[in-house]
């Protein structure tokens, strides 16, 4: 480890020199390499730890660059996988740390291979399918985790420590009902968000791999338009699923979106883990600005990126266009939140 190019930080009180070393010999796995997961991770790599490991299931656009911070216009047009295209920025950054790319889809079967068992894990997803997921995991393996969001110009993190901390169940007991939480394809987003995210992240990564104590589960919010901020300490709850009861439905796969390739057709069918009752005109008029949504009462349709979305008021949507299931799960998380 190169002390002159750390000085910097090992100069702050709270990390020293005995905490860059710790930050040096740290593991931090990143879920998700998007606007949020990049950001994070070029912090992460800039601050020393010691391996960073990659994970995303997607390519670089053209419309990611707005606030994907780790991507270039030559990415964009070779459609890199953005683990690939992470990592190899990442190593162009800092030399003198190791860097691991994976390329696939985190779900309840991948999850212990791919995320394994780090020091601190990072929450850079973009739906909270997948944040339920992770916590699930963090909470059964005793991982410390970061969980982050971000819509419009408001701005979330909150570190999770397992057995000590509120857990992200504790605060949200259920997943929200489809369409009912803003997201960044209806809600836009912007860069600088995205950035105060990736700030926050990164920070609260950095005091968990120091041994820092007694702050987490914290929720931090910041509007970085207006400049208001606000945290909030969360309990933790003695009846919350997963902390307090030891039950990990998402981890077992039960309480996710199914997804079903249909032989012979380019659809899959979304079928989500409990029945909803959705206002589908309602729904579309949010959603008709960014995307057209079109609703006859009975049936919402929308078309983005080459793939159609016929939503049903149970939840249930067909997705014509494409059977790669994950790619259709992740439309679907994108479109509905």
Same mark, same amino acid.
């Given at each position: 480890m190169s002390e002159e190019r750390y000085a910097k930080q090992a100069l702050f009180g709270a990390i020293g020199a005995a905490g860059q070393r710790r930050i040096a010999e740290g593991r931090? !796995? *990143?879920? /998700?390499?998007?606007?949020?997961? #990049?950001?994070?991770?070029?912090?992460?790599?800039?601050?020393?730890?010691?391996?960073? !490991?990659l994970v995303?299931?997607?390519?670089?656009?053209?419309?990611?660059?707005?606030?994907?911070? %780790?991507? !270039? &216009? &030559?990415?964009?047009?070779?459609?890199?996988?953005? $683990? *690939?295209?992470? &990592?190899r920025r990442l190593r162009a950054i800092n030399s003198e740390i190791e860097i691991v790319s994976l390329t696939a889809d985190v779900t309840a079967r991948t999850i #212990?291979?791919?995320?394994?068992?780090? @020091?601190? %894990?990072v929450d850079g997803s973009d739906n909270f399918e997948t944040r339920f997921l992770l916590n699930?995991?963090? *909470?059964?393996?005793?991982?410390?985790w970061v969980y982050g969001g971000a819509v419009g110009a408001e701005a979330r993190a909150m570190a999770l420590r397992p057995g000590l901390s509120a857990c992200l169940r504790c605060a949200m +007991? +259920?997943?929200?009902?489809?369409? #009912? *939480?803003?997201?960044c394809d209806h809600a836009g987003v912007l860069g600088g968000t995205t950035g105060a995210v990736g700030a926050l992240q990164s920070a609260a990564a950095l005091r968990l791999l120091t041994g820092d104590r007694g702050w987490e589960g914290r929720m931090t919010s910041l509007n970085v338009w207006t400049g208001e901020a606000r945290s909030v300490l969360l309990s933790r709850r003695e009846d919350c699923?997963?902390? =307090?009861?030891? %039950?990990?439905?998402? %981890? @077992? /796969?039960?309480?996710l979106p199914k997804a079903v390739a249909f032989c012979g057709r380019n659809l899959v069918q979304i079928t989500p883990p409990e029945e909803a009752r959705l206002d589908l005109p309602a729904l579309a008029a949010r959603l008709r600005? $960014?995307? /057209?949504?079109?609703?006859? =009462?009975?049936?919402? !349709?929308?078309? +983005?990126? /080459?793939?159609?979305?016929?939503?049903f008021p149970d939840g249930r949507a067909l997705i014509k266009g494409t059977q790669d299931e994950a790619r259709a799960r992740a439309f679907y998380a994108r479109v509905m939140g």
């Open positions: 931090v !796995t *990143v879920i /998700g390499c998007g606007a949020i997961g #990049s950001a994070s991770a070029e912090r992460l790599a800039r601050a020393g730890v010691g391996r960073l !490991t995303d299931r997607d390519f670089v656009e053209r419309s990611n660059l707005q606030r994907q911070s %780790l991507y !270039t &216009e &030559e990415d964009a047009a070779s459609r890199l996988p953005k $683990a *690939v295209a992470a &990592e #212990s291979r791919l995320a394994g068992r780090p @020091d601190v %894990l699930d995991y963090c *909470v059964r393996e005793g991982i410390p +007991e +259920e997943l929200p009902p489809p369409g #009912s *939480v803003p997201t699923p997963a902390c =307090g009861r030891g %039950l990990f439905p998402f %981890l @077992d /796969g039960r309480a600005p $960014a995307c /057209g949504a079109d609703c006859n =009462g009975f049936l919402l !349709t929308l078309r +983005e990126e /080459g793939l159609e979305l016929n939503l």
